[in-house]
């Protein structure tokens, strides 16, 4: 009760309204009967309830195959509430876009604040976009159930069934200069690549945008298709924001609109958590043509946004104006990417990282579990465990490769190195995991690195020794990782994103480097202190 007297008085209205009705979606909190009273054109026979029920009646008519080839993944009504509750705009004529549709969940939560927030007498018209015949007849008989509600509530509804490919019609309707665009659009798009030479890539191509999954399709697509001035909210992965093969949509879009919220999830398993979704995912708000200004950054754990909090950031902690790259950070509360205290490129620094080069499974013919003479070793995440080389190793996986014209062309010389691994678990305490592989403990005139590490060098050689401790501590600090994961939301650390990261001077790396070698075993705390002290 507590929790919800605190909601309950909240002075903003609007996050008072979408935190109750999430939470009394979710079974979180139930209200007292004068409460009920208070709050009953909102909650009164709340249909989200139902929706949810043929949400997870019509997932399990799916074929498997057919649904992972589609990318399809339907939203809970908790998220449907959430994302509908963020548009600010509610003129007397709202033309409403569902591209993607699935039953129609999105379409429903938005209807729900359609009817509590539009004036009487305005009209929605929605155009909902699927292609799945099973979820087709789910969402015709929603539709016509949404018409009836709202004749009753004195408002006007056309809703308009579309079984027919998104990006193709999308695509035509924009070559055909369509009069009326729309003025809020609602999406949560399916999740696959796009193949290079596909009608799909070409289509986008045609009307200039250039990227390489659906998701980023449909959003670009329907951002294209909003009228200026019009709101887009939209549930995607969260892999868009960093990245090279990104880097031409982040451009197009960033030109096109402003970034009004953005909100992550604590958790990645739970947003979609029936589907057995690991995705991490984001929800945006947009707005086209509008001047860019601050931005709002929310979270919350899960789906239930019972920890829901949110703060304000200037848009050049999201989107640092001397980045050409165009990363959007999404900053932790109390840490702004914009504030990060470290300057130089990789580049600057002559020095360089690199995906490990032995793709294991391409040499398995010459694998060794056991070191011999005619051998080098092969180096894996497992064998720096516990922050300190075990080579050889028992494991599934080979301790050597057999040193042959073959192999070679693969191996680099010994030397100093620091590596980290490429990929690490959401919610490991770190991001970064660095390590220093040292050639005194280990003495080979070359090495194989596998293809799960990133490896920093010079040119293709070692580095020197105090450089490699300096880097491992530096990426091993908080701040490092607390920045790391502003822009990336994988679980991958892929040497582009190192590349993207910025270092201290050489002149503060050899001086951590001292530092680490006379303080080995140092804990986090006095890592950080020594980044904070030697990077001041």
Not at 489 to 511: C, E, F, I, K, M
Request: hydrophobic share 40%; net charge positive; aromatic share 10%.
């Amino acid at each position: 009760m507590k929790l919800f007297a605190r909601l309950y008085t909240s002075n903003s209205l609007r996050r008072r309204g979408r935190l109750i009705s999430c939470l009394l979606i979710s079974g979180v909190i139930t209200l007292p009967h004068e409460a009920i009273a208070d709050y009953n054109t909102h909650m009164s026979n709340h249909p989200s309830l139902e929706i949810d029920q043929k949400r997870r009646e019509a997932s399990a008519q799916l074929d498997p195959v057919e649904r992972s080839k589609l990318g399809q993944y339907m939203t809970p009504s908790s998220v449907a509430s959430f994302m509908a509750s963020l548009f600010r705009r509610w003129p007397n004529e709202v033309r409403l876009l569902d591209p993607g549709a699935g039953i129609g969940s999105l379409t429903d939560a938005y209807f729900e604040q359609f009817q509590q927030r539009s004036p009487q007498g305005a009209f929605l018209s929605v155009a909902a976009y699927e292609i799945d015949q099973t979820l087709l007849g789910y969402l015709r008989q929603h539709l016509k159930a949404l018409e009836g509600r709202a004749r009753a509530a004195g408002r006007q509804f056309s809703g308009e069934t579309i079984p027919r490919d998104f990006i193709a019609e999308g695509v035509t309707s924009l070559g055909l200069g369509m009069r009326e665009r729309f003025t809020h659009s609602i999406l949560n798009p399916p999740y696959k690549k796009i193949a290079v030479g596909s009608q799909h890539r070409k289509l986008l191509s045609s009307v200039g945008i250039e990227t390489v999954n659906l998701y980023a399709a449909f959003l670009a697509l329907t951002i294209a298709l909003t009228e200026e001035g019009g709101e887009i909210v939209a549930i995607v992965p969260r892999s868009f924001c960093n990245g090279t093969y990104f880097q031409p949509f982040r451009i197009w879009i960033l030109d096109r609109v402003a970034i009004k919220q953005i909100h992550v999830f604590g958790s990645r398993k739970k947003t979609f958590q029936e589907d057995a979704v690991l995705q991490e995912n984001v929800i945006v708000h947009l707005v086209r043509g509008e001047t860019q200004g601050g931005v709002t950054v929310s979270s919350s754990n899960d789906p239930t946004f019972a920890d829901y909090s949110e703060w304000r950031v200037p848009f050049e902690a999201i989107v640092q104006s001397t980045d050409a790259d165009k990363f959007i950070h999404i900053p932790q509360k109390g840490f702004e990417a914009s504030a990060f205290p470290f300057t130089h490129s990789l580049e600057e620094l002559g020095l360089e990282v690199a995906t490990g080069p032995v793709v294991d499974f391409r040499v398995r013919e010459y694998w060794q579990q056991d070191p011999a003479s005619n051998s080098i070793p092969l180096l894996y995440a497992h064998h720096f465990a516990g922050g300190t080389l075990t080579w050889p190793r028992e494991h599934k996986k080979p301790n050597a490769l057999a040193l042959n014209e073959n192999t070679r062309k693969w191996l680099i010389p010994g030397g100093y190195y620091c590596i980290t691994r490429r990929f690490t678990a959401k919610e490991e305490r770190r991001r970064l995991v660095a390590y220093v592989f040292d050639p005194t403990q280990l003495r080979s005139k070359l090495l194989g690195f596998e293809n799960h590490l990133n490896v920093f060098h010079i040119a293709k050689s070692g580095l020197s020794e105090e450089i490699a401790y300096g880097l491992a501590v530096f990426l091993n600090s908080t701040v490092v990782d607390k920045y790391f994961r502003s822009f990336s939301g994988h679980t991958q650390v892929n040497a582009t994103d190192l590349r993207a990261l910025r270092y201290p001077s050489l002149a503060t790396l050899v001086a951590l480097g001292k530092w680490a070698i006379t303080n080995r075993g140092a804990s986090q705390e006095q890592i950080d202190q020594a980044v904070s002290t030697y990077g001041s």
